[in-house]
């Protein structure tokens, strides 16, 4: 017997678009920043830092401190440890990729995550792929090795590393997708957004103390520091809340097919702001990798119909 799929919650929908626009532009405050002297560490910190009490006020005026201090243990923990790897782990390595890499390669490398959820969900469920999906995971990788260059080496070699970086980045992403769905459900979207990023600034300022002089902080400019703050608010604090909330409604498979507007979104910002240019084969792999996340969604569509 066949059923309807499930309509897309155009709210949920929304929500996890506009986050995807305001992450897009990431790369280019990070660009604007790394020119301005500021370090990946000092970077990743204070963006941490700054957005920490944002979350704690968005959080308190959805309910109690006693009702988040009631957060079950296993809840508690599975928060921590993915806001952990995503928000430590996972930025401190697409940061350090924005180094070595333009903006809009970075923006649409970090877009493999949603190939990696479904191989999750594959495996999850013990099920094999069937050949549309392994036809999108193809086209999505086959259009990651052409963003980096393709078959021009030289491009090759020099995109590598930063790329790896990125899939890397991309693969905490995709875990922090996917454990988000079941546990803004159980906990809400604004605790579990919460307790994530409380403990990312958590991991990160040790880490920053350790490897930087606190010194360094007093060289920063007024503009640096407008821009830090604007950092937090615009590519963390906010598309994070939006993107919880999103997930929640739409769920982690289809709230990554949304997310797809970002890498254009970079593309344009950065051809705009930073007068990067992409070659002819990046230009075909960005066409891939969108392309592959689209047939993954209509295949989630048509199974969700049988």
């Not at 370090?39 to 959805?62: G, I």
């Not at 693969?171 to 906990?187: M, Q």
């Not at 254009?264 to 960005?286: F, N, S, Y």
Request: aromatic share 12%; hydrophobic share 55%.
């Amino acid at each position: 017997m066949s059923t309807s799929p499930k309509p897309v919650d155009p709210v949920g929908a929304l929500l996890v678009g506009f986050a995807a626009m305001l992450f897009a532009t990431k790369g280019i405050f990070a660009k604007q920043l790394y020119s301005m002297g500021v370090s990946v560490e000092a970077l990743v910190t204070l963006r941490a830092l700054f957005a920490l009490p944002l979350f704690w006020w968005f959080a308190l005026r959805r309910e109690s401190f006693a009702a988040i201090r009631s957060t079950p243990p296993r809840a508690l923990l599975t928060a921590a440890a993915v806001g952990a790897l995503c928000y430590y782990v996972g930025a401190m390595l697409d940061f350090v990729a924005l180094t070595m890499i333009e903006a809009s390669i970075e923006r649409v490398l970090i877009f493999s995550y949603p190939a990696m959820v479904v191989l999750f969900y594959a495996w999850r469920d013990r099920r094999w792929p069937t050949r549309t999906v392994l036809l999108a995971l193809a086209l999505t990788y086959v259009g990651i090795f052409f963003t980096m260059g393709g078959f021009d080496l030289a491009e090759l070699r020099a995109n590598l590393l930063g790329t790896l970086l990125v899939i890397g980045s991309a693969l905490s992403y995709a875990i922090y997708f996917v454990v988000s769905e079941k546990y803004t459900r159980e906990i809400g979207s604004a605790r579990f957004t919460l307790i994530a990023m409380t403990a990312a600034p958590a991991c990160l300022l040790p880490h920053f103390l350790v490897t930087h002089d606190v010194a360094e902080l007093g060289a920063f400019s007024a503009s640096a520091w407008a821009l830090l703050v604007i950092l937090a608010i615009v590519c963390m604090f906010l598309p994070a809340s939006f993107q919880a909330e999103g997930v929640r409604r739409v769920g982690a498979q289809r709230g990554a097919v949304l997310s797809t507007v970002g890498p254009p979104t970079t593309v344009v910002l950065a051809w705009i702001l930073l007068d990067e240019r992409l070659t002819l084969w990046q230009w075909l792999g960005i066409a891939l990798i969108v392309l592959g996340i689209l047939v993954l969604d209509l295949e989630r569509t048509r199974q969700s119909s049988v």
